[in-house]
C-alpha cells in the first residue's frame, strides 16, 4: 500500500482519483444484488396477483389496493430511512431494512386475508425504500469518478435482474408447486441470508465516516479498498455556516434540482409501473388468455428488456451524458406503453411487447439515478435521493390505482385508452427532467461538494 496521503487530504478524492481495487466492485457487485433482491420484492405481489384474485375473489380495482401497499411504504421508507442511512449510517440501514422486508415478506406469504396482506406488504415496502436511497449512496461513495456512472446503470439494471430471476423461480416452479404464498417465503428466505454477506464485505463509506469526522473510520474504509491513509481529515465547516440536510429544500440551488428530479421521476413511475403491474394480469385476462404462471412470463420478459436498457444505457450515459438520453428514453418508452395497448394475439406477441416497454422505461430510470447521484452532496445524498424516491413513490403507489380505477370505469376492454392515459407520465416526466438547469461543461447542475473540507451533518 502507499504511504499516507497527507494531512488534510479529501478521502472522497481519494476514492474519486484512484483505481477500483476487488474490494470495490465486490461491494458494486452486492449493491446490485441488494437492487435485483429489491426488484423481485416489488414484483413478487404481481407474480402472485392471478392466485391471490383467484382465491380471494377480488376484482381489479381491489388488487390494484394490494399491488400499491409496498409502493406506498417505499415511499416512507425512501423520506424515513434515507435520512437515517445520513445519520447513522449506510451499511446499519441497509441492515435494517433487510430485517424488515424478511420479516414483511415471510408474513404476506402466511396472510389470511387482504388486510393484512396490504399490511405486511406496506412493511416490506418501508425496508425496500430505506435499502434503494442506502444502495444508490453506497454504489455512488464506493466507485472512482471513472466508473461511476457505469457502476450506478449497473446498479439500477440489477432491479430488473432480480425481476428476470424471480419471474423465473415463479412460472417455472414456485406458482405451480407452492401456490402465490410460495413467492413471498421464497423473498423472505433470499433476504434474510443476505444480511451476513452485507455485515462481512461491505464497510461503511468513507464520504460518511469523513462527514462525522471519524478519521479512524474513514482510513478503516479507505485500507478496505486497497487506498492510503489520510493523516487528518480537511478542516470541517464552522457551525455557523455549516450545511444542513434541509438543503435539499432551503438550498436556491439545490431546491429546483430537487423538486424537479422529485416530481420527474414520479410521473415517469406512473407509466413505469403499469406494465410492471398489470401486465401479468392483463395477459391472464385478454383474450385468449392465458394460465397465471404462463402469464407470468411476460413479466420475466419484460424486466430481461429492463436489463438489457439499464445495463447499456450506462455506457451511453459514459459518452453523451444524461440530458438528452434520458429525455429520449422517456420518449420512446412511453411510446411503447402506448403500443402495448393494442394487444397481441399470441404470447409471444405479448413478451416481446414487454421486453421494449422494459428497455426504454427502465433505461430512462437509470438516467434518473445518475442524476440523484451527482445530484447531493456526500452529506445528504441518500437524504435527498431517499426524498425523491420519496415523492417518486407516490407515482408508483398511485399506477395501479389510477389503472384499476380507469379499467374500472372504462371496462376492461378498453386497453389502448388505458394504456395510452397511463403512458402519459412519462411524458410530464420528459418536460420536467429537460427543465433541470444546466452549467457550463455539464448536464445538469449537481450539489457543490468542497473539495478543501468535509461538510458533516451532525446538527442537520
Not at 390494484?64 to 437515517?84: H, K, R, T, Y
Not at 480537511?234 to 423538486?259: A, C, F, G, H, Y
Request: charge should be neutral.
Amino acid at each position: 500500500m502507499a504511504g499516507p496521503a497527507g494531512g488534510g487530504a479529501n478521502p472522497i478524492n481519494v476514492i474519486n482519483n484512484t483505481e477500483m481495487n476487488w474490494r470495490q466492485w465486490a461491494v458494486v457487485v452486492l449493491m446490485v444484488l441488494l437492487n435485483a433482491l429489491d426488484g423481485f420484492d416489488v414484483l413478487s405481489s404481481a407474480f402472485a396477483a392471478p392466485g391471490i384474485s383467484a382465491e380471494w375473489g377480488i376484482e381489479r380495482a381491489a388488487l390494484g389496493v394490494v399491488l400499491s401497499a409496498e409502493l406506498v411504504g417505499m415511499g416512507f421508507g425512501s423520506v424515513l430511512l434515507g435520512g437515517a442511512a445520513d445519520k447513522f449510517g449506510r451499511k446499519n440501514t441497509m441492515i435494517a431494512c433487510l430485517l424488515l422486508m424478511a420479516g414483511g415478506m415471510w408474513m404476506a406469504g402466511h396472510a389470511n386475508g387482504v388486510t393484512p396482506l396490504i399490511i405486511f406488504r406496506f412493511i416490506t415496502g418501508i425496508g425496500i425504500g430505506g435499502m434503494l436511497a442506502a444502495t444508490n449512496a453506497v454504489t455512488a461513495e464506493s466507485t472512482n469518478s471513472k466508473w461511476r456512472k457505469a457502476a450506478i446503470a449497473i446498479y439500477v439494471a440489477g432491479y430488473p435482474l432480480g425481476a428476470i430471476l424471480g419471474g423465473i423461480a415463479a412460472s417455472e416452479w414456485l406458482l405451480d408447486t407452492y401456490g402465490w404464498r410460495g413467492v413471498f417465503d421464497f423473498g423472505a428466505i433470499v433476504t434474510a441470508a443476505l444480511i451476513p454477506v452485507v455485515m462481512l464485505v461491505v464497510p461503511e463509506t468513507a464520504a460518511y465516516q469523513a462527514g462525522k469526522g471519524n478519521l479512524e473510520g474513514t482510513n478503516k474504509t479507505l485500507a478496505a479498498f486497497g487506498k492510503p491513509p489520510i493523516e487528518a481529515l480537511p478542516p470541517m465547516s464552522t457551525d455557523e455556516n455549516k450545511p444542513k440536510v434541509t438543503d435539499i429544500l432551503s438550498n436556491p440551488q439545490l431546491r429546483p434540482v430537487t423538486l424537479l428530479l422529485a416530481f420527474g421521476y414520479m410521473f415517469h413511475t406512473i407509466t413505469f409501473y403499469y406494465i410492471l403491474k398489470f401486465a401479468v394480469q392483463i395477459v391472464a385476462d385478454y383474450p385468449p388468455g392465458y394460465a397465471p404462471s404462463t402469464a407470468a412470463t411476460v413479466l420475466t420478459f419484460a424486466n430481461v428488456g429492463g436489463f438489457l436498457g439499464s445495463a447499456l444505457f450506462g455506457f451511453v450515459m459514459a459518452r453523451f451524458g444524461i440530458r438528452w438520453p434520458t429525455a429520449l428514453m422517456l420518449l420512446i418508452g412511453s411510446v411503447m406503453v402506448v403500443s402495448f395497448g393494442f394487444g397481441r394475439d399470441s404470447l409471444s406477441g405479448w413478451q416481446w411487447a414487454t421486453v421494449l416497454t422494459g428497455f426504454f422505461t427502465n433505461a430512462a430510470i437509470s438516467g434518473y439515478y445518475a442524476a440523484f447521484a451527482r445530484g447531493f452532496p456526500a452529506y445528504a445524498r441518500a437524504t435527498g435521493t431517499g426524498f425523491v424516491l420519496g415523492i417518486g413513490r407516490f407515482g408508483a403507489a398511485g399506477s395501479p390505482l389510477i389503472a384499476g380505477a380507469l379499467f374500472a370505469w372504462l371496462g376492461n376492454d378498453e386497453l389502448l385508452v388505458v394504456s395510452t392515459i397511463m403512458a402519459m407520465g412519462s411524458i410530464v416526466s420528459l418536460v420536467l427532467f429537460l427543465m433541470l438547469p444546466e452549467r457550463e461543461g455539464d448536464d445538469l447542475v449537481a450539489a457543490p461538494v468542497t473539495t478543501d473540507s468535509i461538510p458533516t451533518k451532525d446538527n442537520a
